[in-house]
Every structure is written in structure tokens, then in C-alpha cells.
């Protein structure tokens, strides 16, 4: 459950905070598109963790979105985790299953959400990002203006996710990520051991004993239901935790 707090006289969520402080961050780096339509969606890849979206979408619409967990029908989401290449919202409908995601585009069309452009990024943090900018106002020449402008947008989306991974932790972006019960401590050892560090090396950095890191990841095995630090670090790449 997240922290609630009063803000001018009601209750908003810290995640709903800070969903508001990283779209007023995004708009900055997307300045020179001033008054597009877009969201903002982020997740972790291979897990079942509630996505980041922010947007300056109506809020009725992400509202709907985000209640019904639309994401995991969206075709356009469901088409950006399959492709790198910036693609028109037509070809996600076109290479879905037939009957697929439909209930999406069926909703979204009565906010004029339904023709557009999407652009992803998946990181080495094992995190999926897209950024969708909406034909909300019908332009004629949207997708001329948006292939003008294409590798501007890809390159403030990479700049952005960086800022992104730079400022936070995986952890504070999505609370509900580790369910294995990880110490900072124990993932702070887990990552200098997938970077290759020595066990002494490790020891020298925390300025704690070697038969103290070689506890910290017996724990870590133990806690990720494995043999071994081998197949430790094998896991915790596969789940993103590292």
C-alpha cells in the first residue's frame, strides 16, 4: 500500500507524487514538441510489477487505463515489447491477434486516442520503456511532422531514462519488484558479484571481511532458491534485480 498524504486539502498518494515530479522532469526534456499529446510508460521486463505511466493524456482516460490494467491487452504496449524500431499505432493493430486488445482502442477513440506514434527503449536494467505521442488534434501531416522529427524524440527518450535510472533506484520506481526479501546490503553484494568482483575486492569496498560477504551471499542463495552464487547471479539477472 503507499504512503497518503494531505495536499491542498486531499489525500494523494506518494506515487501519485512522484509520477507528477517525473512528468514535469519529462516535459522539460520534451520541450521543442510543446503541445503534443503523449504517455509516458515504463515497466520491468518478465515481471509482474504495476507500470510507471504519466501523461498529459485526460485523466478520466488514464484513470480507466490504468483501473483496468489495459496495459496488459494494449496492443500498442504488447507490439513496443517486441520491436526497437519507433513504429505508427496501425501496425501494432495490424500484427495483433485478431480480437486482441480491441476493448483498448474501442475506449481510448472517445478521447480521440487512437492514432499515433510510439517510440521504446529497453534498457540494461531489464526496463521497457515507450513513449506514445497521440494524433489527438487529427493532423493530416502528423506522420510527416513525426518522421521529421524522429530521431530528436528517440534521443530525449534515451536522455530521459537515464536521468530516470540515474535518480532512482529500480526499487523506488517499483516498490513491489522484489519479492525475494533482498537486504540493500545482500543486493549490494549480488551486483559487484554479476560485475565480476572478487570476493575480496567486494570486501575491501564495504570495508567488511571476506567470511562477511561469503554470509551476505549464502543469504542471497538461500533467499532466491538456488545452489549456488553461480545460478545466484544467473536468477537475479533474469528477474532484472540487478
Known amino acids: 500500500m503507499s504512503t497518503q498524504y494531505l495536499k491542498g486539502g486531499g489525500v494523494v498518494s506518494a506515487e501519485s507524487e512522484l509520477d507528477e515530479r517525473l512528468r514535469s522532469e519529462f516535459e522539460k526534456c520534451l520541450q521543442p514538441l510543446e503541445g503534443c499529446h503523449y504517455a509516458y510508460f515504463?515497466?520491468?521486463?518478465?515481471?509482474e510489477v504495476k507500470p510507471r505511466i504519466f501523461s498529459n493524456y485526460p485523466k478520466r482516460w488514464l484513470d480507466v487505463y490504468k483501473a483496468e490494467g489495459y496495459h496488459l491487452i494494449d496492443p500498442v504496449i504488447k507490439h513496443g515489447m517486441k520491436c526497437i524500431a519507433p513504429f505508427?499505432?496501425?501496425e501494432a493493430l495490424e500484427s495483433r491477434e485478431p480480437g486482441q486488445g480491441q476493448e483498448v482502442f474501442a475506449s481510448s477513440e472517445k478521447y480521440r486516442i487512437s492514432d499515433g506514434l510510439t517510440f521504446n527503449l529497453h534498457d540494461a536494467n531489464g526496463l521497457f520503456a515507450a513513449l506514445s505521442i497521440s494524433n489527438t488534434d487529427r493532423r493530416n501531416d502528423f506522420e510527416q511532422f513525426m518522421m521529421r522529427r524522429a530521431a530528436e524524440i528517440q534521443m530525449t527518450l534515451v536522455q530521459f531514462q537515464s536521468r530516470l535510472t540515474n535518480?532512482?533506484?529500480?526499487?523506488?520506481?517499483?516498490?513491489?519488484?522484489?519479492?525475494?526479501?533482498l537486504s540493500d546490503r545482500?543486493?549490494?553484494?549480488?551486483?559487484w558479484v554479476v560485475m565480476g568482483k572478487a570476493y575480496r575486492e567486494i570486501a575491501a569496498i564495504y570495508a567488511i571481511s571476506v567470511r562477511t560477504v561469503k554470509f551476505h551471499m549464502a543469504n542471497v542463495v538461500n533467499k532466491l532458491r538456488v545452489c549456488n552464487a553461480k545460478q545466484a547471479v544467473y536468477k537475479a539477472v533474469s528477474l532484472g534485480l540487478v
Do not use: A, M, Q
Open 42 to 47: 515504463i515497466t520491468c521486463k518478465g515481471r
Open 88 to 90: 505508427f499505432w496501425r
Open 167 to 181: 535518480c532512482f533506484s529500480l526499487n523506488e520506481l517499483f516498490p513491489e519488484r522484489d519479492e525475494t526479501g
Open 186 to 191: 545482500e543486493l549490494g553484494v549480488l551486483k
